[in-house]
């Protein structure tokens, strides 16, 4: 059993910043890669960015140069610090982590989502 739980959302005016965490547990091998996603409201569920194991962080174009993934290995947690911050980056913010076992096994698996809302 594994879970992931992200926290750190809530209502910042636009040009702000706001820092999301995500914490993964349980019963695994390893972490492999982590990601964010964010799904706003009538859109689907886009790909944010994601960060590999050794730290190889890759965005989508959108934020670039004001968002930063991160990660500590150590305490199996994923950070999202956003910066200058937009309305149009107002959605439900999702982590994804990759998780490996012992038999080779590769698990998926989401958090409940964090808001996030930008005023302008």
Do not use: H
């Not at 670039?64 to 950070?79: L, P, Q």
């Amino acid at each position: 059993q594994v879970q992931v739980v992200e926290s750190g959302g809530g209502l910042v005016q636009a040009g702000g910043s706001l820092r999301l965490s995500c914490v993964a547990s349980g019963r695994f091998g390893s972490i492999n890669a982590m990601a964010w996603y964010r799904q706003a409201p009538g859109k689907q569920r886009e790909l944010v960015g994601t960060v590999t194991s050794g730290g190889i962080t890759n965005y989508q174009d959108s934020v670039k140069g004001r968002f930063t993934i991160s990660r500590d290995n150590a305490k199996n947690t994923v950070y999202l610090l956003m910066s200058t911050l937009k309305p149009e980056d107002t959605a439900v913010y999702y982590c994804n982590v990759e998780f490996g076992f012992r038999s080779g096994a590769i698990l998926y698996s989401w958090g409940q989502g964090t808001q996030v809302t930008v005023s302008s």
